[in-house]
């Protein structure tokens, strides 16, 4: 993973601690008993420790598409998208969650998570 390899609206963000693919809960089971998947899925974000910088460009960014709710964001494609190899590839109209922080560390935020939704599972 690269630092420019993450990207919101086509700006390069600061790359997470960690980032997963979250799983997906079950909307109801069919007749034989097998369940029923969202279309969409979600990819978490998170930092463990982050610069004020940091942070306020996060949170401008959800500023900015607040209003529309859309979003086009380049993350680690899930693995039916790139078959063996990792690669990171663009997903559009997804939507944010506000940006979270923990407690302060001295003058940086921690444990910031963003959530990203709305991403096409096929």
């Known amino acids: 993973m690269g630092i420019r390899d993450w990207k919101f609206n086509g700006h390069v963000i600061l790359e997470p601690t960690a980032g997963r693919w979250m799983p997906r809960r079950p909307l109801d089971v069919q007749g034989d008993n097998r369940p029923i998947y969202p279309g969409v899925r979600t990819f978490e974000l ?46 559009s109209g997804t939507t944010m969650s506000e940006p979270l922080i923990g407690p302060f560390f001295e003058t940086y935020p921690s444990n910031v998570v963003l959530l990203i939704g709305n991403i096409p599972a096929s």
């Open 46 to 91: 998170r930092w463990q420790l982050a610069s004020y910088a940091d942070w306020a460009a996060l949170q401008v960014n959800f500023d900015s598409i607040e209003s529309s709710g859309e979003n086009v964001v380049t993350l680690p494609a899930y693995p039916t998208e790139t078959g063996s190899s990792y690669a990171f590839r663009e997903y």
